[in-house]
Each structure stands twice: as structure tokens, then as C-alpha cells.
């Protein structure tokens, strides 16, 4: 199993949506309860949500998860 984090775009002129992703990647040979168990996990623990879910002819699976961004702006000016 392959995990790929994707960071979001920073600077000036982004969106103000942004999102990372993460793509999960599972080999023909691995079981696919495992594969879900890994899927919730993320899901449940790093907040992500599974946007697409993909199965190749031969077996091997992709999942592609995404969470927001979430900006911190200063409230306090600070002279």
C-alpha cells in the first residue's frame, strides 16, 4: 500500500477553497478489507473524505481523499 500526500497551493491569488490530497494506492495482491480499514482510519482520524474510488483491471485500487485547508488570519494588528 502507497500513501501520496498532495499539499494545496499557498500564496497570493489561490482560491479561498483549498484542498489537499491524499492518494491511497493498493497493490492486487493486498486484501481489501485492509484497504478500508486505512480509508476509515484517515476518514475518521485526519479528517479527510474520500472523493473518487477507483479499480483498475487487474485488481489494484486508488483512492483519492481530499481535505480543506483551513487559514489562520490575525485578528490583532500588533504596532
Do not use: C, D, F, N
Not at 494545496?8 to 490530497?21: D, M, N, V
Not at 493498493?26 to 486484501?31: D, K, L, M, N, R
Not at 482520524?45 to 485488481?59: A, D, F, N, P, V
Amino acid at each position: 500500500m502507497r500513501e501520496t500526500l498532495k499539499p494545496a497551493l499557498t500564496g497570493r491569488g489561490t482560491p479561498l477553497r483549498q484542498y489537499e490530497y491524499l492518494l491511497i494506492t493498493v497493490s492486487p495482491g493486498e486484501s481489501v478489507p485492509i484497504a478500508y480499514q486505512r480509508v476509515r482510519e484517515h476518514a475518521e482520524y485526519g479528517k479527510w473524505e474520500l472523493e473518487r474510488s477507483t479499480l483498475y483491471l487487474g485488481g489494484e485500487r486508488k483512492y483519492l481523499m481530499r481535505r480543506k485547508v483551513l487559514r489562520v488570519e490575525r485578528t490583532l494588528t500588533v504596532y
